[in-house]
């Protein structure tokens, strides 16, 4: 053990949550009565749950603690003034608008700057902030730099914007044509990869040229400032939460899923400098969430983010934190499995364009390698590809390929220990040594919108 990193989690584990034990024929049963959509299979029937990190984390003994003392008067609880202290400590924006997760902070903040035929520009949008922009009548561009669609390209900031593009689109479509910049740190739809402090210092530059608002979609901002640490050039020697702070300042607000990086199981806001726009966002909260001290939580709610918040930026608890992702991650690079590379923060890509080149995509070859695993070992991983972010006209036959076709294992904070990693390393493996046999899906029904939530589908 060095004197400065621990060899092993800083804590111990005081309360444990059984797990149910299936059978392969049974997970067989289970997948098929979920129509081979693993968001249909009851979460008890699952053994190692990697379908999401988000509001998954265990809570630490104070944040329990702090859950007994909630204030839950309605307006102007202890709890929310103890939240809002932390977050303008921690990123220096003047005001703070409690949410109950990200989503709904993405909807004011898209009320308040998109209008019909106006694009906003990310350097990948998460999909509710996508539908976001579009519900509003905007027009979602996502701008990534070509190294971050290259699964097999070592680089480490896959996460950044090109900032050519970013500038040359602008001046094609005229700024006035232009709600916003939003930039996702850590980039989730591509692996969780970071976005530099150099990067975002360009988006600045750019958006002060043109006079363009700059926000953060922050759900793992904790996670990207570790990177940061870990790989930009002179800020080695600075804490997680220094280099969240410069994050931060580059742009004029935030929105915040709470539910990754603020370790609690619910929760989220959005922060801003303006104060016109902070007006306008709290008559939206009104409307939409409850008061402005409460914003949809409980005051207990309040006060386990406002500790989470803090816990996050411990450079041991994140330490361990990206050390467990990179272990599974490096097992499977161990085994010759594709993966997204270099590895992210919150989760492990499988990139079935070479996992499962025999299955083309628009035959779901994300939602096969999720069957299999589960039956497998009752792992839930999720699908981020054509299912997904792809279309195909029945009419037509024409369709629109995702760009990426990934297999996400997200891992829960402070959930899983390294026995559980090793259990999905080996049951992915197992499943890659057999992958010709694996065969395409076919829908059976889907919704219009976001299909690959409820969508039904079935072997072929
Ligand atoms: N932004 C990012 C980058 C996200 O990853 C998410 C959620 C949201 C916004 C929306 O936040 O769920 O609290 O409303 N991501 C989850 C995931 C669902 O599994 O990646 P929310």
Request: hydrophobic fraction near 40%; charge should be negative; proline fraction near 5%.
């Amino acid at each position: 053990m060095t004197n400065s990193l621990p060899a092993a989690e800083p804590y111990r584990i005081k309360v444990v949550e059984p797990l149910k034990i299936t059978t392969i024929p049974e997970r067989e049963q289970i997948m098929s009565d979920a129509k081979y959509n693993i968001f249909n299979i009851p979460a008890e029937d699952v053994y190692i749950d990697l379908l999401t990190d988000s509001g998954t984390s265990a809570m630490s003994q104070d944040q329990w603690a702090g859950i007994m003392l909630g204030d839950e008067s309605y307006a102007g609880c202890r709890n929310w003034f103890h939240l809002e202290e932390t977050i303008k400590d921690i990123t220096g924006y003047k005001y703070v608008i409690p949410t109950h997760q990200g989503r709904p902070a993405e909807n004011i903040l898209t009320k308040i700057h998109i209008r019909p035929g106006m694009s906003a520009l990310s350097n990948m949008f998460f999909d509710t902030t996508h539908a976001n922009v579009q519900n509003k009548g905007g027009i979602a561009r996502n701008l990534i730099a070509d190294q971050g669609l290259d699964s097999q390209l070592d680089h480490p900031f896959k996460g950044n914007i090109d900032i050519t593009r970013l500038e040359s689109f602008i001046q094609s479509e005229g700024s006035q044509n232009i709600s916003m910049i939003l930039i996702t740190v850590t980039c989730n739809n591509n692996g969780g990869q970071p976005v530099s402090l150099e990067n975002l210092r360009a988006v600045r530059k750019v958006a002060d040229k043109y006079g363009l608002p700059f926000f953060l979609d922050a759900a793992r901002f904790a996670e990207n400032a570790y990177f940061i640490k870990l790989r930009e050039p002179g800020y080695s020697g600075k804490s997680i939460k220094e280099i969240a702070r410069e994050m931060f300042s580059c742009a004029d607000g935030c929105t915040m899923s709470s539910k990754k990086d603020g370790l609690v199981n619910i929760g989220g806001f959005l922060a801003l400098n303006d104060e016109g726009l902070f007006r306008q966002a709290q008559s939206f909260l009104i409307q939409m969430e409850g008061f402005i001290t409460y914003g949809g939580l409980a005051g207990r709610d309040l006060e386990a983010l406002s500790i989470g918040l803090n816990e996050v930026l411990d450079e041991h608890y994140m330490a361990n934190r990206v050390r467990q992702v990179h272990y599974l991650g490096n097992q499977l690079i161990e085994s010759g499995i594709p993966v997204m590379k270099p590895l992210g923060g919150h989760c492990v890509m499988l990139d079935m364009k070479h996992l499962l080149p025999h299955i083309p995509q628009e035959n779901f070859p994300c939602e096969a390698f999720c069957a299999a695993l589960y039956i497998d070992s009752g792992t839930r991983a999720i699908g981020l590809g054509q299912l997904a972010f792809g279309s195909e006209d029945p009419q037509t036959g024409q369709i629109n390929y995702s760009p990426l076709e990934l297999v996400r294992l997200a891992i829960p904070r402070r959930v899983y220990t390294d026995n559980h990693m090793n259990v999905v390393a080996s049951s992915v493996s197992r499943i890659y040594d057999q992958r010709e046999q694996l065969r395409g899906m076919r829908i059976v029904w889907a919704p219009d919108m976001l299909r690959h939530f409820t969508a039904h589908l079935e072997p072929m």
